[in-house]
């Protein structure tokens, strides 16, 4: 009985021991530098990442990068997060940022938004399309997003699309002074269909400066004013 005691004590004492040594070293491996984050993708900035992890706390040091790990992938920035430790015995984190295609402005806050319609955080300003609205409306950015997937060329020429009090989608490009109005939600699919009508035939004949507002909601109609 003293010889199994002894023993079970021994192990607990070990595991204690062992259990502070990591500690240690893991402490030391964080003073060092010892561990490396890094990422990529347009998100992925290195400043907002460290604002983020600053805040990870664990009741052991040698918890804390697999903490960082699993806080990254909590956050919606990215697509992807690995951990691993190299042959030396240094962690790495390699984290893979989600791609946005065009930034989404509300009343109160701002985001990215994917290919998918995923809400992304705003990390920092990128040259994309801006989309401000009224509030988060899935219906409308599913036809902006279909609409700049399919038109990548009209992607960089598109400076903003907003949407005014009374629900109506408006359009400004990066060259030409045309507003071109959209209308409201159910009337995109016509307006994003005629403004792609307008740009490929008619506004080459009459020139980019001869509309100032180009009505386009109204079925089988293209108004100049």
Same mark, same amino acid.
């Given at each position: !009985? !003293?010889?199994?005691?002894? &023993?079970?004590? &021994?192990? &607990?004492?070990?595991?204690?021991?062992?259990?502070?040594? *990591? $500690? /240690?070293?893991y402490t030391e491996m964080r003073r060092m530098g010892?561990?490396?984050?890094?990422?990529?993708?347009?998100?992925?900035?290195?400043?907002?990442? !460290?604002?983020?992890?600053?805040?990870?706390?664990?009741?052991?040091p040698s918890q804390w990068i697999w903490a960082i790990?699993?806080?990254?992938?909590?956050?919606?920035?990215?697509?992807?997060?690995?951990?691993?430790?190299?042959?030396k015995g240094e962690g790495r984190i390699y984290a893979?940022?989600?791609?946005?295609?065009?930034?989404?402005?509300?009343?109160?806050? /701002?985001?990215?938004?994917?290919?998918?319609?995923?809400?992304?955080?705003?990390?920092?300003?990128? $040259?994309?399309?801006?989309?401000?609205?009224?509030?988060?409306?899935?219906?409308?950015?599913?036809?902006?997003?279909?609409?700049?997937?399919?038109?990548?060329?009209?992607?960089?020429?598109?400076?903003?699309?907003?949407?005014?009090? $009374?629900?109506?989608?408006?359009?400004?490009?990066?060259? *030409?002074?045309?507003?071109?109005?959209? *209308?409201?939600?159910?009337?995109?699919?016509?307006?994003?269909?005629?403004?792609?009508?307008?740009?490929?035939?008619?506004?080459?004949?009459?020139? *980019?400066?001869?509309?100032?507002?180009?009505?386009?909601?109204?079925?089988?109609?293209?108004?100049?004013?």
């Amino acid at each position: !009985m !003293m010889f199994r005691a002894f &023993s079970a004590l &021994s192990v &607990s004492l070990g595991f204690v021991g062992g259990w502070i040594l *990591g $500690d /240690q070293y893991y402490t030391e491996m964080r003073r060092m530098g010892r561990w490396i984050l890094r990422g990529e993708g347009p998100l992925w900035d290195s400043a907002w990442v !460290m604002r983020h992890i600053q805040g990870v706390k664990t009741p052991s040091p040698s918890q804390w990068i697999w903490a960082i790990s699993e806080a990254l992938r909590k956050e919606q920035a990215f697509q992807s997060v690995h951990f691993y430790y190299t042959g030396k015995g240094e962690g790495r984190i390699y984290a893979r940022a989600c791609v946005p295609v065009a930034r989404i402005k509300l009343p109160v806050r /701002q985001y990215y938004i994917d290919t998918a319609g995923k809400r992304l955080p705003f990390v920092r300003p990128l $040259d994309l399309p801006i989309v401000e609205a009224l509030r988060w409306d899935s219906v409308a950015f599913a036809y902006i997003l279909t609409f700049l997937q399919e038109k990548p060329l009209y992607r960089k020429l598109i400076s903003r699309i907003y949407q005014e009090v $009374d629900g109506t989608w408006h359009m400004h490009s990066e060259f *030409g002074s045309e507003t071109y109005v959209l *209308g409201r939600t159910a009337h995109l699919p016509v307006g994003i269909y005629q403004l792609d009508v307008y740009l490929q035939s008619l506004q080459p004949k009459l020139g *980019g400066h001869t509309c100032k507002r180009v009505i386009l909601y109204i079925p089988s109609q293209i108004i100049c004013q």
